[in-house]
Protein backbone atom coordinates (compact mmCIF):
# COMPACT_ATOMS: atom_id res chain seq x y z
CA UNK A 1 0.00 0.00 0.00
CA UNK A 2 1.21 3.54 -1.44
CA UNK A 3 0.07 5.30 1.57
CA UNK A 4 1.19 8.97 0.56
CA UNK A 5 -1.45 7.82 -2.49
CA UNK A 6 -3.64 7.07 -0.40
CA UNK A 7 -3.45 10.14 1.93
CA UNK A 8 -3.42 12.18 -1.30
CA UNK A 9 -6.76 10.95 -2.30
CA UNK A 10 -8.12 11.21 1.54
CA UNK A 11 -7.64 15.10 1.64
CA UNK A 12 -8.16 16.49 -1.75
CA UNK A 13 -11.70 14.80 -1.49
CA UNK A 14 -14.07 17.90 -0.04
CA UNK A 15 -15.67 16.96 3.03
CA UNK A 16 -16.64 19.03 5.65
CA UNK A 17 -18.33 18.51 8.73
CA UNK A 18 -22.61 18.11 7.23
CA UNK A 19 -21.64 18.08 3.25
CA UNK A 20 -19.29 14.74 3.11
CA UNK A 21 -20.56 13.32 0.39
CA UNK A 22 -20.14 16.34 -1.77
CA UNK A 23 -23.04 15.26 -4.10
CA UNK A 24 -22.20 17.21 -7.71
CA UNK A 25 -18.49 18.38 -7.08
CA UNK A 26 -16.99 14.91 -8.39
CA UNK A 27 -16.30 12.19 -5.53
CA UNK A 28 -16.79 13.66 -2.24
CA UNK A 29 -14.49 12.21 0.83
CA UNK A 30 -17.40 9.36 1.93
CA UNK A 31 -16.73 8.11 -1.92
CA UNK A 32 -13.58 7.92 -2.07
CA UNK A 33 -13.84 6.27 1.03
CA UNK A 34 -15.88 3.24 0.02
CA UNK A 35 -14.05 3.07 -3.21
CA UNK A 36 -10.97 2.60 -1.02
CA UNK A 37 -12.62 0.08 1.43
CA UNK A 38 -14.02 -1.95 -1.61
CA UNK A 39 -10.05 -2.89 -2.56
CA UNK A 40 -10.20 -5.31 0.52
CA UNK A 41 -13.64 -6.53 0.82
CA UNK A 42 -16.84 -6.33 -1.34
CA UNK A 43 -18.88 -5.84 2.15
CA UNK A 44 -19.13 -1.88 2.08
CA UNK A 45 -22.10 0.06 2.74
CA UNK A 46 -23.42 3.72 3.73
CA UNK A 47 -25.44 4.37 5.81
CA UNK A 48 -28.81 7.13 5.51
CA UNK A 49 -26.15 10.01 7.62
CA UNK A 50 -23.45 9.03 5.39
CA UNK A 51 -21.16 7.01 7.52
CA UNK A 52 -18.93 4.49 5.47
CA UNK A 53 -18.55 0.92 6.48
CA UNK A 54 -16.43 -1.85 5.60
CA UNK A 55 -16.69 -5.60 7.19
CA UNK A 56 -14.01 -8.21 7.30
CA UNK A 57 -13.80 -11.42 9.08
CA UNK A 58 -16.38 -13.29 10.93
CA UNK A 59 -17.72 -14.49 14.41
CA UNK A 60 -17.59 -13.47 17.17
CA UNK A 61 -16.84 -10.59 18.55
CA UNK A 62 -17.67 -7.99 16.82
CA UNK A 63 -15.00 -5.14 16.84
CA UNK A 64 -16.18 -1.41 15.69
CA UNK A 65 -12.84 0.58 14.45
CA UNK A 66 -13.93 4.47 13.72
CA UNK A 67 -12.22 7.68 11.80
CA UNK A 68 -14.23 10.77 10.99
CA UNK A 69 -13.86 11.34 7.46
CA UNK A 70 -15.29 14.78 8.08
CA UNK A 71 -13.25 18.07 7.87
CA UNK A 72 -12.76 21.85 9.55
CA UNK A 73 -14.02 24.10 6.85
CA UNK A 74 -16.32 27.22 6.12
CA UNK A 75 -19.54 28.31 4.70
CA UNK A 76 -20.42 31.53 3.00
CA UNK A 77 -23.04 33.61 4.75
CA UNK A 78 -22.96 36.82 2.57
CA UNK A 79 -22.07 38.13 -0.97
CA UNK A 80 -20.99 41.77 -0.78
CA UNK A 81 -22.28 44.37 -3.18
CA UNK A 82 -18.47 44.03 -4.88
CA UNK A 83 -18.63 40.48 -5.29
CA UNK A 84 -16.87 39.48 -1.90
CA UNK A 85 -17.78 36.59 0.40
CA UNK A 86 -18.19 36.49 4.08
CA UNK A 87 -17.80 33.53 5.66
CA UNK A 88 -18.53 31.50 8.73
CA UNK A 89 -16.43 28.58 10.66
CA UNK A 90 -17.83 25.12 10.09
CA UNK A 91 -16.24 23.06 13.29
CA UNK A 92 -13.04 25.07 14.32
CA UNK A 93 -10.94 26.63 11.48
CA UNK A 94 -8.53 28.58 13.05
CA UNK A 95 -8.85 32.54 11.33
CA UNK A 96 -5.24 33.39 12.40
CA UNK A 97 -4.30 31.05 9.36
CA UNK A 98 -7.03 32.21 7.19
CA UNK A 99 -5.41 35.61 5.86
CA UNK A 100 -3.75 34.90 2.67
CA UNK A 101 -5.04 31.77 1.89
CA UNK A 102 -5.97 29.83 -0.55
CA UNK A 103 -9.70 28.18 -0.68
CA UNK A 104 -12.11 26.67 -2.82
CA UNK A 105 -15.73 27.22 -2.90
CA UNK A 106 -18.20 24.76 -3.69
CA UNK A 107 -20.97 26.16 -4.76
CA UNK A 108 -22.46 25.59 -8.85
CA UNK A 109 -19.02 25.29 -9.51
CA UNK A 110 -16.00 24.69 -7.49
CA UNK A 111 -14.41 27.97 -7.50
CA UNK A 112 -10.46 28.67 -6.76
CA UNK A 113 -10.13 31.90 -4.60
CA UNK A 114 -7.84 33.41 -1.73
CA UNK A 115 -8.48 35.24 1.85
CA UNK A 116 -8.04 38.75 2.04
CA UNK A 117 -8.06 41.01 4.85
CA UNK A 118 -6.66 44.58 5.85
CA UNK A 119 -3.15 45.08 5.19
CA UNK A 120 -1.36 45.16 8.23
CA UNK A 121 -0.39 48.87 7.60
CA UNK A 122 -3.81 50.35 8.04
CA UNK A 123 -4.45 48.01 11.08
CA UNK A 124 -4.29 49.69 14.53
CA UNK A 125 -2.74 48.00 17.60
CA UNK A 126 -6.31 46.86 18.72
CA UNK A 127 -6.89 45.22 15.56
CA UNK A 128 -3.82 42.59 15.05
CA UNK A 129 -5.95 39.82 15.65
CA UNK A 130 -8.13 38.64 12.54
CA UNK A 131 -11.41 37.47 13.19
CA UNK A 132 -13.90 35.83 10.90
CA UNK A 133 -15.58 38.65 10.21
CA UNK A 134 -13.08 40.64 9.21
CA UNK A 135 -12.07 38.58 6.70
CA UNK A 136 -13.67 37.73 2.56
CA UNK A 137 -12.80 35.66 0.00
CA UNK A 138 -12.14 37.03 -3.74
CA UNK A 139 -12.79 34.71 -6.47
CA UNK A 140 -11.88 37.16 -9.05
CA UNK A 141 -15.58 37.58 -10.18
CA UNK A 142 -18.35 40.88 -10.45
CA UNK A 143 -20.62 40.12 -7.88
CA UNK A 144 -23.61 39.10 -10.73
CA UNK A 145 -20.98 36.04 -11.50
CA UNK A 146 -20.91 35.42 -7.98
CA UNK A 147 -24.39 35.45 -7.15
CA UNK A 148 -25.30 33.56 -9.93
CA UNK A 149 -22.74 31.05 -8.19
CA UNK A 150 -22.43 30.92 -5.27
CA UNK A 151 -25.14 31.14 -2.70
CA UNK A 152 -25.47 31.03 0.83
CA UNK A 153 -24.86 28.00 2.93
CA UNK A 154 -22.26 26.83 0.32
CA UNK A 155 -19.34 25.19 1.71
CA UNK A 156 -15.69 26.37 2.13
CA UNK A 157 -12.45 24.12 1.60
CA UNK A 158 -8.53 24.97 2.29
CA UNK A 159 -7.41 24.45 -1.27
CA UNK A 160 -7.11 20.68 -1.57
CA UNK A 161 -3.83 20.11 -2.78
CA UNK A 162 -1.49 17.09 -2.43
CA UNK A 163 0.10 16.53 0.68
CA UNK A 164 3.89 18.24 1.03
CA UNK A 165 6.17 15.61 1.86
CA UNK A 166 8.70 16.86 4.50
CA UNK A 167 12.28 15.35 5.69
CA UNK A 168 12.33 12.20 7.75
CA UNK A 169 9.58 11.03 6.60
CA UNK A 170 6.82 13.89 7.66
CA UNK A 171 3.71 14.81 5.40
CA UNK A 172 1.70 18.44 5.68
CA UNK A 173 -1.18 18.88 4.44
CA UNK A 174 -5.26 20.28 5.49
CA UNK A 175 -7.39 17.40 6.53
CA UNK A 176 -5.05 15.16 8.28
CA UNK A 177 -7.36 15.35 10.96
CA UNK A 178 -8.94 12.91 10.46
CA UNK A 179 -8.22 11.20 7.52
CA UNK A 180 -4.79 10.00 8.33
CA UNK A 181 -6.51 7.86 10.57
CA UNK A 182 -8.50 6.48 8.11
CA UNK A 183 -5.49 5.73 5.94
CA UNK A 184 -4.32 3.83 9.08
CA UNK A 185 -7.49 1.87 8.63
CA UNK A 186 -6.38 0.84 5.25
CA UNK A 187 -3.02 -0.25 6.37
CA UNK A 188 -4.53 -2.54 8.79
CA UNK A 189 -6.78 -4.28 6.38
CA UNK A 190 -3.55 -4.39 4.28
CA UNK A 191 -2.00 -6.42 7.23
CA UNK A 192 -4.85 -8.09 8.00
CA UNK A 193 -4.91 -10.01 4.61
CA UNK A 194 -1.45 -11.77 5.93
CA UNK A 195 -2.64 -12.40 9.25
CA UNK A 196 -5.26 -14.95 11.38
CA UNK A 197 -7.72 -13.60 13.09
CA UNK A 198 -10.74 -14.81 14.49
CA UNK A 199 -13.55 -11.91 14.68
CA UNK A 200 -15.80 -9.87 12.56
CA UNK A 201 -13.84 -6.52 12.35
CA UNK A 202 -16.37 -3.45 10.84
CA UNK A 203 -14.28 -0.23 10.00
CA UNK A 204 -16.18 2.98 9.52
CA UNK A 205 -15.41 6.77 8.52
CA UNK A 206 -17.95 8.49 10.74
CA UNK A 207 -19.15 11.63 9.52
CA UNK A 208 -20.00 15.08 11.28
CA UNK A 209 -17.60 14.22 14.78
CA UNK A 210 -16.14 17.86 14.43
CA UNK A 211 -19.39 19.53 15.55
CA UNK A 212 -22.79 16.74 16.78
CA UNK A 213 -20.95 13.56 17.07
CA UNK A 214 -23.77 12.75 14.67
CA UNK A 215 -21.82 9.54 12.78
CA UNK A 216 -20.10 7.87 16.00
CA UNK A 217 -23.87 8.05 17.83
CA UNK A 218 -25.62 6.02 14.36
CA UNK A 219 -22.88 4.54 13.59
CA UNK A 220 -22.80 2.37 16.96
CA UNK A 221 -25.95 2.16 17.27
CA UNK A 222 -26.48 0.31 13.97
CA UNK A 223 -23.31 -1.71 14.05
CA UNK A 224 -24.09 -2.66 17.90
CA UNK A 225 -20.28 -3.74 18.24
CA UNK A 226 -19.10 -6.28 21.17
CA UNK A 227 -16.33 -3.93 21.32
CA UNK A 228 -14.89 -0.70 19.64
CA UNK A 229 -11.60 1.16 19.02
CA UNK A 230 -11.52 5.07 18.19
CA UNK A 231 -8.38 6.38 15.95
CA UNK A 232 -8.31 10.29 16.11
CA UNK A 233 -5.48 12.76 16.55
CA UNK A 234 -3.78 14.22 19.19
CA UNK A 235 -1.32 17.38 19.72
CA UNK A 236 1.95 16.83 18.64
CA UNK A 237 5.11 18.11 19.94
CA UNK A 238 6.60 21.66 18.58
CA UNK A 239 8.48 24.03 19.17
CA UNK A 240 5.62 26.23 20.18
CA UNK A 241 3.68 23.24 22.08
CA UNK A 242 6.53 21.55 23.64
CA UNK A 243 3.97 19.76 25.96
CA UNK A 244 2.77 17.90 23.22
CA UNK A 245 3.14 14.31 22.11
CA UNK A 246 6.76 13.37 20.39
CA UNK A 247 6.03 12.58 17.09
CA UNK A 248 7.43 9.18 16.96
CA UNK A 249 4.70 7.79 19.85
CA UNK A 250 1.23 6.75 19.59
CA UNK A 251 -0.65 7.80 22.69
CA UNK A 252 -3.13 5.50 24.36
CA UNK A 253 -6.05 7.17 26.69
CA UNK A 254 -7.55 5.98 29.75
CA UNK A 255 -10.17 7.48 31.79
CA UNK A 256 -13.83 7.39 32.08
CA UNK A 257 -14.29 7.65 28.64
CA UNK A 258 -12.13 4.44 28.04
CA UNK A 259 -12.88 0.93 29.01
CA UNK A 260 -9.78 -0.05 31.51
CA UNK A 261 -9.71 -4.01 29.94
CA UNK A 262 -9.49 -2.43 26.39
CA UNK A 263 -7.13 0.03 27.42
CA UNK A 264 -5.03 -3.26 28.75
CA UNK A 265 -5.49 -5.01 25.67
CA UNK A 266 -4.21 -1.82 23.38
CA UNK A 267 -1.19 -1.72 25.67
CA UNK A 268 -0.37 -5.27 25.61
CA UNK A 269 -0.89 -5.13 21.67
CA UNK A 270 1.49 -2.10 21.40
CA UNK A 271 4.24 -4.00 23.68
CA UNK A 272 3.98 -7.02 21.77
CA UNK A 273 4.52 -4.98 18.51
CA UNK A 274 6.90 -2.76 19.62
CA UNK A 275 5.25 0.10 19.00
CA UNK A 276 6.62 3.35 20.88
CA UNK A 277 3.55 4.48 22.97
CA UNK A 278 2.78 7.11 26.16
CA UNK A 279 -0.44 7.10 28.16
CA UNK A 280 -2.52 9.90 28.35
CA UNK A 281 -4.93 10.28 31.26
CA UNK A 282 -8.09 12.18 30.43
CA UNK A 283 -10.74 12.07 33.36
CA UNK A 284 -13.25 13.65 31.21
CA UNK A 285 -14.72 13.39 27.71
CA UNK A 286 -11.82 12.63 25.28
CA UNK A 287 -13.51 15.29 22.18
CA UNK A 288 -13.45 11.78 19.97
CA UNK A 289 -16.16 9.86 19.00
CA UNK A 290 -15.19 7.64 21.76
CA UNK A 291 -17.52 9.64 23.68
CA UNK A 292 -20.53 8.57 21.67
CA UNK A 293 -19.41 5.10 20.97
CA UNK A 294 -18.99 4.56 24.83
CA UNK A 295 -22.51 5.05 25.73
CA UNK A 296 -24.25 3.23 22.51
CA UNK A 297 -27.04 0.84 23.42
CA UNK A 298 -26.42 -0.92 26.60
CA UNK A 299 -22.81 0.51 26.53
CA UNK A 300 -19.71 -0.26 24.23
CA UNK A 301 -15.91 -1.16 25.72
CA UNK A 302 -13.66 0.84 24.09
CA UNK A 303 -10.92 2.48 23.72
CA UNK A 304 -8.27 5.50 21.56
CA UNK A 305 -5.79 4.79 19.47
CA UNK A 306 -4.00 8.62 18.89
CA UNK A 307 -0.97 9.63 17.13
CA UNK A 308 0.32 13.37 17.03
CA UNK A 309 -0.62 15.82 14.91
CA UNK A 310 1.30 19.44 14.74
CA UNK A 311 -0.61 22.54 13.76
CA UNK A 312 -3.94 20.87 14.09
CA UNK A 313 -7.60 22.79 12.59
CA UNK A 314 -5.04 24.36 10.30
CA UNK A 315 -3.99 23.58 6.39
CA UNK A 316 -0.58 22.62 7.30
CA UNK A 317 -1.30 19.61 9.79
CA UNK A 318 1.78 18.12 9.89
CA UNK A 319 1.74 13.96 10.96
CA UNK A 320 4.59 10.93 10.97
CA UNK A 321 3.94 8.28 8.29
CA UNK A 322 5.80 6.02 10.35
CA UNK A 323 3.92 6.93 13.11
CA UNK A 324 0.65 6.55 11.25
CA UNK A 325 1.56 3.19 10.33
CA UNK A 326 2.61 1.76 14.16
CA UNK A 327 -1.85 3.01 14.62
CA UNK A 328 -2.16 0.49 11.62
CA UNK A 329 0.08 -2.30 12.93
CA UNK A 330 -1.40 -1.71 16.43
CA UNK A 331 -4.70 -1.86 15.60
CA UNK A 332 -3.57 -5.07 13.46
CA UNK A 333 -2.04 -6.70 16.59
CA UNK A 334 -4.85 -6.07 19.11
CA UNK A 335 -7.67 -7.58 16.63
CA UNK A 336 -5.25 -10.90 15.84
CA UNK A 337 -4.91 -11.55 19.78
CA UNK A 338 -8.82 -11.34 20.31
CA UNK A 339 -9.61 -14.59 20.96
CA UNK A 340 -12.50 -17.09 22.39
CA UNK A 341 -11.83 -16.06 26.09
CA UNK A 342 -13.13 -12.58 24.78
CA UNK A 343 -15.95 -12.10 27.25
CA UNK A 344 -13.56 -12.45 30.12
CA UNK A 345 -11.36 -10.67 29.04
CA UNK A 346 -13.82 -7.52 29.20
CA UNK A 347 -15.23 -8.19 32.28
CA UNK A 348 -14.73 -6.20 35.28
CA UNK A 349 -15.80 -8.41 37.91
CA UNK A 350 -12.52 -10.07 38.70
Same mark, same amino acid.
Given at each position: MDIIKVLTR?????????FEDDAGHGDGASAVVAD???QYTQEVWQDVNGNVFAKVGSGEPTLL?????????? !?VNGIEDNGMLRMVSVAGVDPRVLPG %????????????????????HLLTSNEEAYKMEDLTIDLGLPVEKVRELVGIGDRITFLPDEPLELKNGFVSSKTMDDRALIAAELYCLELLKKRRYDCTVVMCASVNEEKTGLGAA???? %?????? !?????????? %?ACLPQGLPMDKVELTCGPNIHPKVFGMLKSAAAAASIPFEVNACMGRTGTDATDVQVSRGGVPTGLISPPLRYMHTNVETISIDTLKNCGKLLAEFITAIDADWRDSLCLDD
Open positions: LVTAPGVTGLFRVMAHVDEIGM !A %SEVRVYGKEALRGIVGAVPPTGAY %SVEPDM !AVVMDVTHGK %S
